[in-house]
Every structure is written in C-alpha cells, then in structure tokens.
C-alpha cells in the first residue's frame, strides 16, 4: 500500500464541461473532490447517473487534472528522513504539509512554497542511510525509516517482522513481545521449497559470521516491473550497509511530487492525498 495524489481539473469552473443533470446539488467536498448532495426522496440512481457524467464531463475523467502514484509508505517515509536529516527549519512546508496517512489536501498556496523547498533539497549534497543491500549485484533491497524502526515485512499468518537497522538484518515475533529470533550484518538466504502442495515454501537465513541459522516463511524479496505485470526475486547474499546518497536517489518520489504540487499551482486547487 502507498500514497497517491490528485489534482481536480478547472473544466467545471470555467464551464468547459458537459452540463450536469444534477447542477444545483453539485459541490467541492472537504476532500476536494467533486460531489452532490444527497436528500432524502431522491431517486436511488442519482448517485449513479452523477458518477456516470463525471467519468466522461470534459477531456480529464473524473474531472482529475493529475492523478499520481507518489511512493510506497516505506521510499515515503525514507523520505521524511532525509528532510529531517537536512533539517527541519528548511522544510517548514512539507513538515506541516506531507501526509501521515491516506487522507487531506494541501492548498495550492502551500503548494508553491513546498514546490521551492523540494528545490532546495536537491541542492544538498546528500544524506547518510542505513541500507539492506545485494551483496552480489550491491543494488540496495531495501530502505527503511527511522519512524518504522528499521521494519519493512510483516506476515499476518506468523506474526514475524523484517527489518535492519545499523546492528544489522533481524527478524522479530511481534506476537511474543517482538522478541528477536535472528541478526546478521551478512546473511545468506536460502529458499527451501516445500513437497507438500498446501505448505508455504520456507527460506532459510544464515548468518555468515556466526553460521547461526534460522527459517521463516516470510523472505527478503524484491519486486521488478517486467512486460507483463512484475516479477519477485530472493536476493541470496545480503549485507546492512551505511552509505551517504545524493538526493537524486530520492527521484523516485521527487519527481511525483513535484509533478502534482506544479499542476496544484497551476490549477489553484489543492492536492487530494489519497
């Protein structure tokens, strides 16, 4: 689950839409978005008949002038750390800004001068982290936050936790009081397909300094885009590494971001997190 973002086209506005069946119930919620006014004694498809104009109104569906993946919680809050690393007294904006969930808007005012202080991020020379890394391709795995404690992975079924921090790679019972069952600064992780067809494949952990090892059901994966839909790879060899990153590294979520604050200020309307 991530952030996504939306900016409300000016159609309406400026009358570039197809006339709504519904024009004096037609409002901006607190959400910014477009909706009508349901009363009591009206017609059950009335809701339905507004949905339906809205899709197909004006050139933007849904009267969405953008509509933006931002990031996924763990690169948004890796994020976070980065500004407050620079500093939170450049980034008064985004501090009061940037969601903590998937709720609130930003007003296209605040959007301008969040606009300037993402400019100014990039101008730093870049930020110290803790990374989980491949040790054979050195592609970083994973990025934690400070605010997550190092937690990336989480299995519902088992209770265990996945995260690092600069000790090391660890795996945690959250339904034993997050006791700690494993760490390593180096690991091997080994999948171990199972023979029966209802049991879930089990992956090994070793740790390479101590040959400590542990099994779990829940892996280190990573997730690549290929030509039909995306694709999960076990990295074998991992290793907890500090490195110091220039701020494109974080482009990921720069670029979107700064893509929906520009169409906000555009616009004049205010940027729908969501």
């Not at 934690?144 to 299995?155: K, N, P, R, V």
Request: proline share 4%; aromatic share 12%.
């Amino acid at each position: 689950m991530g952030l996504d973002a939306s900016v409300m086209c000016t159609c309406y506005k400026i009358g570039k839409t197809t006339p709504c069946p519904f024009p004096a119930d037609f409002y901006i919620d607190e959400d910014g978005f477009p909706a009508v006014h349901i009363y009591a004694g009206d017609d059950v498809a009335k809701s339905d008949d507004f949905d339906a104009w809205l899709a197909t109104c004006c050139q933007h569906p849904y009267m969405d002038m953008a509509a933006l993946y931002i990031a996924d919680w763990n690169e948004y809050r890796a994020f976070v750390d980065a500004l407050e690393q620079v500093g939170w007294d450049h980034f008064l904006t985004l501090r009061q800004q940037l969601p903590s969930e998937n709720h609130g808007t930003t007003p296209a005012a605040e959007s301008a001068k969040a606009l300037a202080e993402l400019a100014f991020f990039k101008t730093q020379n870049g930020v110290s982290k803790n990374f989980l890394v491949n040790s054979d391709t050195k592609e970083i795995i994973q990025a934690t936050a400070q605010s997550e404690e190092g937690l990336f992975s989480w299995d519902g079924r088992t209770g265990l936790r996945l995260g690092f921090d600069e000790l090391g790679f660890f795996i945690r019972d959250v339904w034993d009081l997050n006791r700690e069952l494993f760490r390593a600064m180096r690991i091997e992780q080994q999948q171990l397909a199972s023979e029966e067809l209802d049991r879930a494949d089990q992956f090994e952990f070793t740790d390479l300094d101590t040959g400590k090892k542990f099994i779990s059901t829940t892996p280190v994966r990573v997730f690549k885009r290929a030509e039909f839909g995306t694709t999960q790879e076990y990295p074998r060899l991992m290793h907890v590494e500090k490195r110091v990153v220039d701020t494109d590294y974080f482009d990921y979520i720069l670029q979107p971001l700064t893509d929906i604050l520009t169409v906000s200020v555009e616009t004049g309307n205010p940027v729908r997190w969501s």
